[in-house]
């Protein structure tokens, strides 16, 4: 097990709603351990998950669903 953590720039125009259910499309990924969007930085996604389970170049394509300009920090 390898735990690491990023956080990905996503749009500051998505909504409330639209972050919520964006963490809950991350959440579901084998090896996530939270997702949280800040809620005093907008533009802010911050992941943490076991990198020997999934990457983060597939977390961030689930993103670039949501936000296609998305990238990590």
């Known amino acids: 097990m390898n ?3 990023m956080t990905i720039h996503i749009h ?3 909504l409330p709603a639209q972050r919520e259910k964006l963490e809950k499309e991350i959440r579901v990924f084998d090896g996530v351990t939270l997702v949280r969007c ?3 930085i907008n533009y802010g996604m911050f992941v943490i ?3 020997e389970s999934i990457s983060a170049g597939k977390i961030l ?3 670039r669903q949501w936000d296609k300009n998305a ?3």
Do not use: P
Request: aromatic share 12%.
């Open 38 to 40: 800040s809620s005093k």
């Open 61 to 63: 394509n689930r993103v």
């Open 12 to 14: 500051n125009d998505l």
């Open 71 to 73: 990238t990590i920090f």
């Open 3 to 5: 735990i690491v953590d």
């Open 49 to 51: 998950y076991d990198s």
